[in-house]
C-alpha cells in the first residue's frame, strides 16, 4: 500500500509477557541522535565558531520512544494500558484477521471512519451515538472492535485492500519477511542491493541523495587487506615529516 505502508509487524498480543523487539531499535536510534546531535553543533559552529559537546545514551533513546505515555502518567496520573497492536487512544486504528492475512486499519480521524463504515457495509455505525464520534469510540471500543473484527473475515485481504483504498481509508496488508521482500515498493526503492564481489545482497541505507540510494562500494575488508596500503602511507608520511 502507497498510502499506509505498514510493512512488518513483530506480533503480541495485550496479554503477553513482555516480548523482546527484533530490531536493536535503541542502538540504531542512539547513532541517529548522535548524528543529528552532531549536525546541529556543526551549525551552531557555523554561527558562533563553538562547537558543542554532544551526549546521548541507550537509555534516554528508550524513554524517548515512550515518551507518549509517560507523559500521560507524569502530567495527568494515567497509566499504561497494554493494547497489543492497536493505538491506546484512536478507534479503529489497529491489526485485524481477514479470511487469509492479517490487515492494518488506520481510520485515526472521524472523516476517515465515517469513509470507512460505509465501505465495509456497515453504514448505520455513521448515525450510531456509540460509534460517531472519536471520543464515543473510544468509551466503547470493547463493543465496536469484535464487530469490525466480525465484518474482516467475511473476506481477503487483498479485496478489503481494494475496497478501503478506493475511499481514501489508510490500510496495509501486515506482511511477513517473505512477503516483504517480494513487494514492489521493496524492488522500487532499491533498499535491497548486491555486495560487490560477493553472492550477498544486503538491505541498504533507508536514505536517498538527490533521488539516489548510496550505493554499496565494496565488502568488509579482510583480515590485513589493506596493511600494506595503511603502513605504506605512514611510512610515506613518516618520512616526509623527515
Same mark, same amino acid.
Given at each position: 500500500?502507497?498510502?499506509?505502508?505498514?510493512?512488518?509487524?513483530? #506480533?503480541?498480543?495485550?496479554?503477553?509477557?513482555?516480548?523482546?523487539?527484533?530490531?536493536?531499535?535503541?542502538?540504531?536510534?542512539?547513532?541517529?541522535?548522535?548524528?543529528?546531535?552532531?549536525?546541529?553543533?556543526?551549525?551552531?559552529? #557555523?554561527?558562533?565558531?563553538?562547537?558543542?559537546?554532544?551526549? !546521548?545514551?541507550?537509555?534516554?533513546?528508550?524513554?524517548?520512544?515512550?515518551?507518549?505515555?509517560?507523559?500521560?502518567?507524569?502530567?495527568?496520573?494515567?497509566?499504561?494500558? #497494554?493494547?497489543?497492536?492497536?493505538?491506546?487512544n484512536l478507534v479503529p486504528y489497529q491489526v485485524f484477521e481477514?479470511?487469509?492475512?492479517?490487515? !492494518?486499519?488506520?481510520?485515526?480521524?472521524?472523516?476517515l471512519f465515517l469513509k470507512f463504515a460505509a465501505v465495509v457495509g456497515k453504514p448505520e455505525w455513521c448515525d450510531d451515538p456509540r460509534f460517531n464520534k472519536p471520543d464515543a469510540r473510544y468509551e466503547n471500543r470493547e463493543t465496536l472492535l469484535p464487530m469490525i473484527a466480525e465484518v474482516f473475515m467475511g473476506d481477503t485481504c487483498d479485496n478489503w485492500i481494494a475496497k478501503i483504498e478506493s475511499v481514501g481509508v489508510p490500510c496495509s496488508p501486515v506482511n511477513d519477511i517473505e512477503a516483504l521482500s517480494k513487494t514492489e515498493q521493496l524492488a522500487a526503492t532499491k533498499m535491497v542491493q548486491p555486495i560487490p564481489g560477493l553472492k550477498y545482497n544486503i538491505t541498504s541505507l533507508p536514505i536517498t541523495l538527490d533521488g539516489e540510494r548510496p550505493p554499496i562500494r565494496f565488502a568488509s575488508p579482510k583480515l590485513g587487506e589493506h596493511t600494506d596500503e595503511v603502513l605504506g602511507a605512514i611510512g610515506a608520511a613518516v618520512k616526509a615529516a623527515e
Amino acid at each position: 500500500s502507497t498510502l499506509f505502508p505498514y510493512t512488518t509487524l513483530f #506480533r503480541s498480543r495485550a496479554d503477553d509477557p513482555p516480548t523482546f523487539c527484533a530490531p536493536a531499535i535503541n542502538d540504531t536510534a542512539t547513532g541517529m541522535w548522535a548524528v543529528i546531535g552532531a549536525l546541529a553543533a556543526l551549525e551552531e559552529r #557555523r554561527h558562533t565558531g563553538k562547537g558543542k559537546i554532544i551526549g !546521548c545514551s541507550l537509555f534516554e533513546s528508550a524513554v524517548h520512544w515512550v515518551s507518549g505515555p509517560l507523559n500521560a502518567y507524569n502530567n495527568m496520573g494515567i497509566d499504561t494500558v #497494554r493494547t497489543g497492536a492497536a493505538s491506546a487512544n484512536l478507534v479503529p486504528y489497529q491489526v485485524f484477521e481477514t479470511a487469509d492475512r492479517p490487515i !492494518c486499519i488506520a481510520a485515526g480521524n472521524n472523516r476517515l471512519f465515517l469513509k470507512f463504515a460505509a465501505v465495509v457495509g456497515k453504514p448505520e455505525w455513521c448515525d450510531d451515538p456509540r460509534f460517531n464520534k472519536p471520543d464515543a469510540r473510544y468509551e466503547n471500543r470493547e463493543t465496536l472492535l469484535p464487530m469490525i473484527a466480525e465484518v474482516f473475515m467475511g473476506d481477503t485481504c487483498d479485496n478489503w485492500i481494494a475496497k478501503i483504498e478506493s475511499v481514501g481509508v489508510p490500510c496495509s496488508p501486515v506482511n511477513d519477511i517473505e512477503a516483504l521482500s517480494k513487494t514492489e515498493q521493496l524492488a522500487a526503492t532499491k533498499m535491497v542491493q548486491p555486495i560487490p564481489g560477493l553472492k550477498y545482497n544486503i538491505t541498504s541505507l533507508p536514505i536517498t541523495l538527490d533521488g539516489e540510494r548510496p550505493p554499496i562500494r565494496f565488502a568488509s575488508p579482510k583480515l590485513g587487506e589493506h596493511t600494506d596500503e595503511v603502513l605504506g602511507a605512514i611510512g610515506a608520511a613518516v618520512k616526509a615529516a623527515e
